[in-house]
């Protein structure tokens, strides 16, 4: 007997209520037939002119409905808010849960059985997961693609993690303006994410590493007319799940976050990946923890990908893609069993994977870096945690002691950070206050900050950075990151002073302010926050209710999901 589908709440009623939901989608020139009881899918789009990376969804959506039509189902295309992380102030990440409140609430009211995600800028991704995963209808993501690499004199460049580069270049005299300029026009020249492995192509990495999407979703290029046709047999594959009832609790197990942690050290992903899958675990009830991102922490770097790397995502592609990273992690003995949308194991979307190009997918016995890993700094200055990439960082940086030079607020770095007569030597410790997620608010792209310009003349281009902010996927440099308590919450971090001094050590995972608990009680007893940048809205909300970065930096009250079903009718 076949299981009743929860559309026919809406569209199935030979009533009233069933009249005007029927009625109202007729108007769109659907016939009687539309509504025989099929699995209704709908397309949570975030396709937008003002997110760049996801402007070419609105196509990719075409080729879902095609697919959805051609099993059986029923497409229905809706918009959500869509956060482009280039665009917005003061920072995407301010938004990402309005985005996964939106995806929510909108999958949940209307009548609908199953969801296709179309994402792909950095917060998209998690924030559309996030929602999905609390209502826990079947559910499978597409993503945008990476863009073509980006190309300026011959050679390739790319997106972000060459903006840093030029522009320190720049300030240090040693790049024109003009050629500046030039790189620009030559950097995004097609539609799709960052070409690097930022943040946006992390997620999708990690999407595919959790079996939540089908193989070789992640760098399939935006333009490239395989994403098309993916795109079409993931509309096949979603009216499937709902046959089946397969669900994103189904698939994100505690394995799939670990192959999440495991995949995400291999291909040199993006730090904001911790705070993503942090915050998913908690709306699908997985206990992840930060220390858990450990698990990845001997694992080395196999994809030879800018920052961590040399090539871009359209190499990794050409090479082979995840499913060759996911095959060596087999191979090794290091990925998990776990569920997939598929409704197979995860290592159907290995086997038989083959490498195309070793330099740019490096085999587990010769990887480009070992024992790659993020890792997890504690200590009184982050008694909560705090993250470094070594994969991106100078290796002689990971195990330091240096005299800090604090920036109480973003304006005060921009302010000062190209003094000639700024008091710091290659040795010293930046500090950033007040970019934690209360803080700025949001949790900016703000941690990698810009090396002293009268250092960056001296031919200096890595310093260790510590804050309570985030930096960007395609930024690089030993960036100390998501300290927690931030600041703005009374952490420790709030009472570093100039020419404290400060102990780093990657291999020991320490991150020690080194001053006496007594004095650090009376700078306590001094301190006050800063005043709140928000009184009204949606920011006063997020400020009032925001977890801490090592919680993943949901709001409170969203953590866990709501799976009951809607009764009461609007009319």
Same mark, same amino acid.
């Given at each position: ?52 990376? @996801? %402007? ?17 189902? &029923? ?12 665009? +917005?102030?003061?920072?995407?990440? $301010? ?41 826990? $209808?079947? #559910? ?18 790319? *997106? ?20 500046? +300029?030039? #790189?620009? *026009? !030559? ?16 997620? /999708? ?22 994403? +098309? ?27 799939? &976050?670990?192959? /999440?942690?495991?995949?995400?050290? #291999? ?20 206990? $992840?923890?930060? %220390? ?50 598929? @409704? ?11 490498? &195309? ?23 009184? $200055? ?60 949001? +949790? ?22 510590? %804050?309570? !902010? ?5 930024? &690089? ?27 780093? *050590? ?18 306590? #007893? ?8 928000? %009184? ?36």
């Amino acid at each position: 007997m076949t299981k009743k589908r929860r559309s026919a709440d809406w569209y199935g009623k030979l009533d009233k209520d069933g009249f005007i939901h029927r009625s109202w989608m007729k108007n769109q020139g659907y016939p009687d037939h539309a509504f025989d009881g099929r699995p209704i899918i709908g397309i949570c789009n975030t396709w937008s002119e003002l997110t760049p990376c @996801n %402007s070419g969804l609105r196509d990719l959506a075409e080729g879902v409905k095609r697919g959805v039509w051609e099993a059986g189902g &029923f497409p229905v295309e809706f918009p959500v808010m869509s956060l482009g992380e280039t665009q +917005m102030k003061p920072t995407a990440m $301010l938004f990402r849960n309005l985005l996964s409140m939106d995806v929510e609430e909108s999958i949940r009211a209307y009548g609908i059985d199953g969801v296709v995600l179309l994402g792909g800028c950095d917060k998209t991704t998690p924030g559309q997961l996030m929602g999905a995963a609390s209502v826990d $209808l079947p #559910a499978i993501v597409v993503s945008s693609g990476p863009m073509l690499n980006g190309k300026w004199q011959g050679k390739d460049i790319g *997106s972000g993690t060459d903006v840093w580069k030029f522009s320190e270049a720049v300030r240090a005299g040693d790049m024109t303006l003009k050629d500046f +300029m030039a #790189a620009e *026009s !030559g950097m995004s020249r097609s539609k799709g994410v960052c070409m690097t492995m930022g943040t946006a192509s992390t997620m /999708a990495s990690l999407v595919e590493a959790m079996g939540m999407s089908l193989p070789t979703n992640a760098a399939l290029p935006a333009v490239d007319a395989r994403r +098309m046709a993916l795109a079409h047999l993931t509309g096949n594959r979603i009216v499937e799940m709902v046959d089946e009832d397969l669900k994103p609790s189904d698939i994100l197990t505690r394995e799939a &976050f670990e192959n /999440a942690i495991l995949a995400n050290a #291999a291909v040199g992903g993006s730090t904001n990946a911790v705070v993503h899958l942090l915050a998913l675990a908690g709306r699908v009830g997985v206990d $992840l923890s930060l %220390s858990d991102f450990e698990l990845g922490s001997d694992i080395p770097l196999l994809v030879n990908c800018m920052p961590s790397g040399q090539y871009l995502m359209e190499d990794f592609c050409y090479a082979g893609g995840m499913p060759v990273v996911l095959n060596e992690l087999l191979g090794a003995g290091h990925l998990r069993p776990a569920k997939t949308v598929l @409704n197979g194991d995860i290592t159907a979307y290995a086997q038989g994977a083959e490498c &195309f190009n070793a330099d740019v997918i490096r085999p587990f016995d010769d990887p480009v870096k070992p024992a790659a890993g993020l890792r997890v700094l504690r200590g009184n $200055l982050a008694p909560d945690g705090a993250i470094v990439k070594p994969s991106a960082a100078t290796d002689h940086l990971l195990e330091h002691e240096g005299e800090a030079y604090v920036f109480d607020t973003i304006e005060a770095l921009k302010e000062q950070i190209d003094r000639d007569d700024l008091p710091v030597t290659p040795d010293t410790i930046l500090v950033l206050k007040g970019a934690g997620p209360k803080g700025y608010p949001g +949790m900016p792209e703000v941690g990698n900050m810009p090396i002293p310009a009268r250092l960056v003349r001296e031919g200096v281009r890595d310093m260790i950075r510590v %804050s309570d !902010g985030r930096m960007s996927g395609t930024a &690089f440099g030993t960036v100390i990151l998501h300290v927690s308590p931030e600041a703005q919450a009374g952490g420790t971090l709030a009472l570093v002073k100039t020419g404290d001094r400060i102990k780093v *050590s990657a291999s020991q995972g320490i991150l020690e302010l080194l001053v006496d608990d007594a004095e650090l009680a009376q700078r306590r #007893a001094d301190w006050t926050p800063e005043p709140a940048h928000y %009184s009204r809205g949606y920011a006063k909300l997020y400020v009032d209710t925001v977890l801490q970065a090592d919680q993943g930096a949901d709001l409170d009250f969203l953590v866990g999901k709501d799976t009951r079903p809607v009764t009461r009718e609007s009319h």
